[in-house]
């Protein structure tokens, strides 16, 4: 009989911990981003879409701030591809944290003029981010970090094969349960940031802020005990 492993430790970027975090982050990140910038950071496909809709309505300064954030966060993509082949340091992943986590901390305290110029560096960060955790698995389920759409087609699966099973396998079941962590993390990040924006304005996006160094701290106790086992 197939046996899952029920104890997960939550050091590891493995974990429901981390993809619970990575995945409230991205939510909270892109709220932010629509509301001071018109534009997304973490959801590319959303920003084509937008933008398309933008330039259907020749609303032109209602979309640079949605093609800058295209071609910064693929400056980021590309350039981690460099950096992950290139460097053999175990602490890698944790390094191409520090941009999105700095940026987003300095955010509030640049003036409405730099919006683009503040769109960009953390569309940079969260490409920079997305191409290091390419491949994440919560658990022994593959996800997304920071997006919803490909995880909730998932959880919608899992739930499904679930109900149907005679059996009731527990991997099945536990699949479905991480699939529903990861989309409901990210829908609270997302409203959370639009709830504590109402009260304290521009400032709301260290919710992000602080998520993202909670996974960089998990990140680099994964790295420093992995580099122990190599």
């Known amino acids: 009989m197939f046996k899952f492993k029920r104890n997960i430790p939550l050091i590891t970027n493995d974990s429901r911990l981390f993809a619970s975090l990575m995945a409230f982050s991205g939510g909270a990140i892109d709220v932010y981003s629509h509301i001071y910038f018109h534009g997304l950071v973490a959801t590319q496909t959303g920003n084509v879409v937008l933008l398309a809709s933008n330039v259907s309505q020749k609303e032109w300064y209602q979309a640079m701030p949605k093609i800058l954030s295209i071609l910064t966060f693929t400056i980021g993509f590309l350039m981690c591809i460099w950096i992950k082949h290139s460097n053999s340091n175990s602490y890698w992943r944790s390094y191409t944290m520090l941009p999105v986590i700095l940026t987003s901390s300095l955010v509030p305290f640049f003036s409405e003029q730099f919006d683009l110029i503040k769109i960009g560096f953390l569309a940079f960060g969260s490409g920079l981010i997305m191409l290091t955790f390419t491949g ?7 996800y997304t970090i920071m997006m919803t759409s490909g995880n909730y087609r998932k959880m919608l ?64 106790l994964h790295a420093k005990k992995t580099s122990k086992t190599n």
């Open 157 to 220: 699966n899992q739930w499904y094969l679930h109900f149907k099973s005679k059996d009731k396998s527990y991997k099945i079941k536990r699949s479905a349960q991480n699939y529903t962590i990861v989309v409901s993390a990210f829908l609270i990040g997302a409203f959370l940031l639009a709830f504590t924006n109402v009260f304290i304005g521009k400032y709301s996006i260290f919710l992000a802020t602080f998520t993202f160094l909670f996974s960089f701290f998990i990140e680099i």
């Open 136 to 142: 994440s698995k919560i658990e022994d389920n593959p």
